[in-house]
């Protein structure tokens, strides 16, 4: 297997990270949460990559083997608030393909989010992951978070 680079997002990533969002909304939510709309990466995921890459408060970067993206990670930075008083960094989204899981990939891109959220200052780094995506609760445990909330939901 080739080496994989983490880098951030450019314009020209643009088809593979759209790729990259569809293989996760049909892994993750298509896989556990029907009232999420899976494609929402094909309708909307190009107009809102373009619009994410030069906004300073979010971070888009792309996992990349022999000029393809193979993962992706986006974050999103928050201000203090008077309700909470703190700055959060959010990791929003992060995906590998399978092919290229176990590798340290998922890795990277999280240690890059986190160098991202110390370089800004951050006072908390957060994450949600669907409480049944154990594979994915697992992963961000061992690189460090913690459980703070859970959420319950229920149709009315």
Known sequence: MSEVE???????????FV???IALFAEDAGTRDPTVNTDWPRQHG?????????DT????????????????LTGLWAEP??????????????Y???????????FRLADT????ARERGADRIAVTAYAT?????????????VPLTTVLEMAP
Request: hydrophobic residues 40%.
């Open 96 to 106: 590998v393909r399978p092919e290229h899981r176990s590798g340290g990939v998922g």
């Open 133 to 145: 995506n154990h594979d994915a609760i697992r992963f961000y445990q061992r690189f460090g978070f």
């Open 57 to 72: 408060n979010r971070l888009t970067l792309v996992a990349v083997a022999d000029g393809q993206v193979v993962g992706h």
């Open 113 to 116: 989010f986190r160098q991202w």
């Open 19 to 21: 790729a990259s969002s």
């Open 81 to 94: 608030s008077e309700m909470r008083p703190v700055s959060v960094a959010t990791l929003a989204s992060l």
């Open 6 to 16: 983490i880098r951030p997002a450019v314009p020209a990533d643009v088809a593979g």
């Open 46 to 54: 190009e107009r809102r990559f373009a619009e994410n890459l030069p």
